[in-house]
């Protein structure tokens, strides 16, 4: 069984950076990518960042050059920087993970609200 739990979200100014961590348990060995997904109010589910086994990254393009994804090399914790926030970046964050076999978690999401 595979567990993702997401911190770090909170209310924040515009402007000002955040950053949210997940959390990965269990047998996590065979992670194919891990990914950040954000759904806002009224919106579906998107794709904010991802990165694969290999550590290539890649963005939505409403987020490059502001966020950053990462992961330590036991690939147990990802990361996602957030700088200069915007209102339009008001969403549930959500920890996604890809397992090589094709089966795929889902953290439970952490709100991030910014302020303008």
């Known amino acids: 069984q595979v567990q993702l739990v997401e911190s770090g979200g909170g209310l924040v100014q515009a402007g000002v950076s955040l950053r949210l961590s997940c959390a990965a348990s269990g047998s996590i060995f065979s992670i194919a990518t891990m990914s950040w997904y954000r759904q806002a109010p009224g919106k579906q589910r998107e794709l904010v960042a991802t990165?694969?086994?290999?550590?290539?990254?890649s963005y939505t393009d409403s987020v490059k050059g502001r966020f950053t994804i990462s992961r330590d090399s036991a690939q147990k914790t990802l990361t996602l920087q957030m700088n200069s926030l915007k209102p339009e970046d008001i969403a549930v964050y959500y920890c996604h993970a890809r397992f090589m076999k094709g089966d795929v978690y889902w953290g439970q999401g952490t709100q991030v609200t910014v302020s303008s």
């Open positions: 990165i694969t086994r290999g550590g290539t990254t």
